[in-house]
């Protein structure tokens, strides 16, 4: 990459032959220079808990910030086709009048321009900063500079030595896209670096449960159903383990005051409107028979109190028994101080409010013991092997730590409902959404990764881009847009869920696009999770089955790469790779695909409305 970066420029000259010699090239020096200049590498406020993740942040940013101003000069605006790039704008009609001129360039300047395009082709998918930061230091100097014979200044070295130091330290955080996944975890969020053609890193390495594929056992219904949703759900176990699940999501399962279980009462009482604690021990059993693991839903955010206290409020609990025959006899102490609806004596809240019933002090050493103790109840003697933790923006992330480390442990699967809104404007969802998703990362972040978060991110963007633009699913690092582009391995990629979609409908994804939209989530990174009514109540259990298929056979998981080549308004390509294999994958309505179709030896393996799938061994 060290070579000589000369200028084209109009001439008017009677010499049939040109050559680039002649050119001066301080001009193109000065037109990449102010966007290649060592303020790229300006490091910005960080928020990380480690020399060694601080190290890494800087570098993403200094990689990315430079990467982002060459691309810029080079490629156009997928999302503005219209405004052409510096390369467009100033070099190619350079070449272009001397074509129209009739004349020939030498040797010597077919050969500079041969090394320009490479030069610039590099320049867009290099991932390595060492590289960047020579160029960039090289932009800054005479055009001698650039000769290979001459020795790098002082500067440029150290420069240069500092950062194949730092990036041969930092290569053991990789995420999806060549970025380190912790450059994301602070605050302003700048997306980790990303190269559209870099080789691809080592996957992100999930503990444990990298290759989990989530099925939402149940929809907003499923209490009301006849015979009991328990016993109901026995009947699709096999079929659960063979389309390829490897967990299944099961209701609230604790008694409650609302039929689906989100206002539960007594923690130890598990008669509910799916069933009793006998058939929900045989519906885990026969999903483990299959293979499959049980996620409990767990709402420990708010608890339903059985007697009320001398106002009259509910907030007595003294008719709860744990399993060792324990009264639980919690009362006021036990509700936040600030609970504007229950005047609690406890804590202050360490999140946010729930109107509908007490918040529960989760600051209080006693209160969360005992809760991680019914939590090993659930998992000791119930069979849950993973929780899915309901309204979890309710307490702190410090406590849902202590629920999982001192249960399931950092090596079974576990998923947070962190739900914000997303940004909108005038016009709808605007294009960026970098501060949604940043806030998934810190929650995530400060449970120190022991639980994953639902990617309310890429839902929102993605029910957007199949509705004709899909250029929304490439961010300006040219990566995926939503949580599964900066922290893939704990980002939980879904297209609907009870709440969304079903009978509730609050935030439905378009049912003409479903299959694109699950032939998204289920061939890229990130951990899938397939709705209930979407795969036995619907016409998609065929699709469904035969992408987990492909994910599973190529060896896709949470942390693979993926290096996305067009992002445009009715076309997706992007190629993902996988421990044992790869798949192409287009998206839209555009049948032509030009430059984007996969090679010779991929073969294609599934198509539906609006996507089609290829596949090749490693």
């Known amino acids: 990459l060290l070579v000589r970066l000369p200028l084209l420029k109009r001439v008017s000259t009677p010499s049939r032959a040109f050559s680039l010699a002649t050119c001066e090239p301080k001009s193109i020096l000065n037109e990449l220079a102010p966007t290649l200049t060592d303020a790229s590498f300006a490091p910005r406020s960080i928020s990380t808990s480690t020399k060694t993740r601080e190290s890494r942040v800087v570098q993403a940013q200094s990689r990315n910030g430079l990467r982002l101003r060459v691309q810029a000069l080079v490629t156009p605006n997928p999302r503005n086709p219209q405004k052409k790039s510096w390369w467009q704008r100033s070099i190619q009609p350079r070449i272009a009048d001397l074509r129209d001129q009739n004349k020939e360039l030498d040797a010597q300047s077919r050969e500079e321009i041969a090394t320009m395009l490479e030069v610039m082709q590099q320049l867009t998918s290099t991932d390595n900063t060492a590289t960047l930061k020579r160029i960039a230091a090289y932009t800054t100097m005479d055009m001698e500079s650039w000769d290979l014979s001459k020795t790098i200044p002082s500067t440029a070295a150290s420069a240069v030595a500092e950062a194949e130091a730092g990036a041969e330290a930092g290569?053991?955080?990789?995420?999806?896209?060549?970025?380190?996944?912790?450059?994301?975890?602070?605050?302003?969020?700048?997306?980790?670096?990303?190269?559209?053609?870099?080789?691809?890193?080592?996957?992100?390495?999930?503990?444990?449960?990298s290759d989990t594929i989530l099925l939402q056992g149940f929809e907003w219904e499923s209490c009301k159903k006849e015979g009991g949703w328990y016993n109901y759900l026995q009947t699709f176990a096999d079929k659960i383990g063979a389309a390829g699940f490897t967990h299944v999501w099961l209701p609230p399962p604790s008694k409650?005051?609302?039929?689906?279980?989100?206002?539960?009462?007594?923690?130890y009482d598990?008669?509910?409107?799916?069933?009793?604690?006998?058939?929900?021990?045989?519906?885990?059993?026969?999903?483990?028979?299959?293979?499959?693991?049980?996620?409990?839903?767990?709402?420990?955010?708010?608890r339903c109190a059985d007697k009320q206290d001398e106002n009259g409020e509910w907030t007595l609990y003294s008719d709860?028994?744990?399993?060792?025959?324990?009264?639980?006899?919690?009362g006021k102490w036990a509700i936040t101080g600030d609970d504007p609806n229950f005047n609690g004596q406890g804590n202050q809240d360490t999140g946010e409010n729930?109107?509908?019933?007490?918040?529960?002090?989760?600051?209080n050493p006693e209160?969360?013991?005992?809760?991680?103790?019914?939590?090993?109840?659930?998992?000791?003697?119930?069979?849950?092997?993973g929780w899915r933790f309901d309204f979890a923006k309710g307490y702190a992330p410090s406590c849902l730590k202590q629920y999982v480390s001192e249960?399931?442990?950092?090596?079974?699967?576990?998923?947070?409902?962190?739900?914000?809104?997303?940004?909108?404007?005038?016009?709808?969802?605007?294009?960026?959404?970098?501060?949604?998703?940043?806030?998934?990362?810190?929650?995530?972040?400060?449970?120190?990764?022991?639980?994953?978060?639902?990617?309310?991110?890429?839902?929102?963007v993605l029910q957007e881009a199949v509705k004709g633009e899909l250029w929304r699913l490439a961010d300006n690092s040219n990566k995926m847009p939503g949580m599964s582009g900066w922290w893939p391995s704990r980002a939980c990629t879904f297209i609907d869920n009870h709440d969304t979609g079903g009978t509730q409908n609050h935030w439905p994804f378009p049912e003409e696009h479903l299959g694109m939209g699950y032939a998204y989530i289920l061939t890229h990174p990130g951990i899938p999770c397939v709705f209930w009514m979407h795969f036995f109540d619907g016409l998609l259990e065929a699709e469904i089955t035969t992408l987990i298929d492909a994910r599973k056979r190529n060896g896709i998981t949470a942390g693979s790469h993926v290096s996305i080549k067009c992002a445009e308004s009715t076309l997706y390509v992007a190629e993902i790779t996988g421990d044992v294999g790869k798949l192409y994958v287009k998206l839209g309505?555009?049948?032509?695909?030009?430059?984007?179709?996969?090679?010779a030896d991929y073969t294609q393996l599934t198509f539906g409305q609006n996507y089609c799938i290829w596949e090749k061994p490693l």
Not at 320 to 330: F, I, T, Y
Not at 367 to 382: E, G, H, P, Q, S
Request: glycine share 8%.
């Open 171 to 209: 290569e053991d955080g990789a995420s999806n896209n060549g970025g380190v996944a912790t450059a994301v975890r602070q605050a302003p969020p700048p997306p980790p670096a990303a190269m559209e053609e870099a080789p691809a890193p080592p996957a992100e390495q999930s503990p444990g449960y």
């Open 256 to 267: 409650s005051v609302a039929d689906q279980g989100y206002l539960p009462g007594q923690l």
């Open 270 to 302: 598990l008669t509910t409107k799916y069933g009793g604690e006998e058939e929900l021990k045989a519906v885990i059993g026969m999903l483990n028979k299959s293979g499959v693991k049980a996620v409990a839903d767990i709402v420990i955010n708010h």
């Open 320 to 330: 709860e028994v744990d399993h060792q025959g324990r009264l639980l006899n919690w």
């Open 354 to 363: 729930y109107d509908a019933a007490p918040d529960l002090d989760h600051a």
């Open 367 to 385: 209160l969360r013991a005992a809760l991680v103790d019914w939590l090993n109840w659930l998992k000791d003697d119930i069979g849950f092997e």
């Open 407 to 460: 249960t399931v442990g950092p090596e079974s699967f576990c998923v947070s409902e962190i739900w914000y809104p997303c940004q909108y404007g005038p016009e709808g969802l605007k294009t960026n959404q970098d501060a949604h998703r940043q806030t998934l990362c810190n929650w995530v972040d400060a449970t120190e990764g022991l639980s994953s978060a639902f990617d309310f991110t890429t839902k929102a």
């Open 589 to 599: 309505s555009q049948y032509e695909m030009g430059p984007f179709l996969p090679s």
